[in-house]
């Protein structure tokens, strides 16, 4: 999980850069991603953000169905 060690060490609310790290994407990556129709990103103004509970219920779905 990149930097990441352990779930909980994940952000509340995660940004791009976060996203990167724990993933192990680049940030285009990660950008990429937060735009993707399925994704659970949160628009706040210009700021996109996911919630690690939505990013961690969004993997799991992923990773079952194969992607």
């Known amino acids: 999980m990149g930097n990441y060690h352990e779930l909980k060490d994940l952000p509340i609310a995660m940004n791009a850069n976060d996203l990167s790290k724990a993933l192990g994407l680049s940030r285009a990556g990660a950008y990429n991603l937060m735009d993707d129709k399925g994704f659970p990103t949160l628009r706040v ?6 919630m690690r509970d939505s990013f ?11 992607m």
């Open 56 to 66: 961690l219920d969004w993997l799991e779905r992923n990773i079952s169905s194969g």
């Open 45 to 50: 103004g210009k700021r996109k953000i996911v």
